[in-house]
Structure formats: structure tokens, C-alpha cells
């Protein structure tokens, strides 16, 4: 199946920002979904942005206007912008990709802390 590595996760400030990468083997852009999913600890894992088929962004309303997801098709890359950091934002975050027919693909999840 396709292969996810996400990076750019690390410790970020109250108000700050980071960016996270996903590097995917290939994007069918017309047939594929693709966004971010992030879990902390104790808790399930929540989808954070999507995009659709339509190429529409759909965002949880916890990071509604502080995050945005984007990509990059012709370097198989998707993207989360994450501004206003808050400390609830901590949680590892998962890049995935989900073909229209086919199973799912996840990357291996990267680490993002949110303190002062």
C-alpha cells in the first residue's frame, strides 16, 4: 500500500506555531482522502483535517482557524499548519490516506508538545 512518513513535531510554546509534513509514496488526487489524525494519551484517536475527494478542507472544531491542512501533489506531499498552539494540542500526530476502493494507509505518527 502507499507509505506515510510524517515529520516537523517537536515542542512548541502556548501561541506558537509548527509545521507538520506528511511524504507520501503517491496521491491519486481524484481518488484519494487524505489528513491528520492525532491521539493523546488516554484518549482516541480523533481526526484533526481532512481533505475530501472534492478537494474540500473539513477541520474539527477544536482547530477550526488555527490549523491548516494543505498539499502538494506533484511532490506527494500533504501538510498541517498548526498556529496558535494551545496545550491540548499535545498528542501524536498520524498522517493517513484513504484510496475511494483499498485499505487505509497511517504513517508512524509524529510527537507534538505544547507547553511553556
Known amino acids: 500500500q502507499v507509505q506515510l512518513v510524517e515529520s516537523g513535531g517537536g515542542l512548541g510554546q502556548p501561541g506558537g506555531s509548527l509545521t507538520l509534513s506528511c511524504a507520501a509514496s503517491r496521491i491519486s488526487v481524484s481518488a484519494d482522502t487524505m489528513g491528520w489524525y492525532r491521539q493523546a494519551p488516554g484518549k482516541e484517536r480523533d481526526l484533526v483535517a481532512i481533505f475530501t475527494l472534492s478537494g474540500m478542507t473539513r477541520y474539527v472544531d477544536s482547530v477550526k482557524g488555527r490549523f491548516t491542512i494543505s498539499r502538494d501533489s506533484s511532490k506527494n506531499m500533504v501538510y498541517l499548519q498548526m498556529n496558535s498552539l494551545k496545550p491540548e494540542d499535545t498528542a501524536v500526530y498520524y498522517c493517513?490516506?484513504?484510496?475511494?476502493?483499498?485499505?487505509?494507509?497511517w504513517g508512524q505518527g509524529t510527537q507534538v508538545t505544547v507547553s511553556s
Open positions: 493517513y490516506l484513504k484510496p475511494l476502493y483499498g485499505p487505509a494507509s
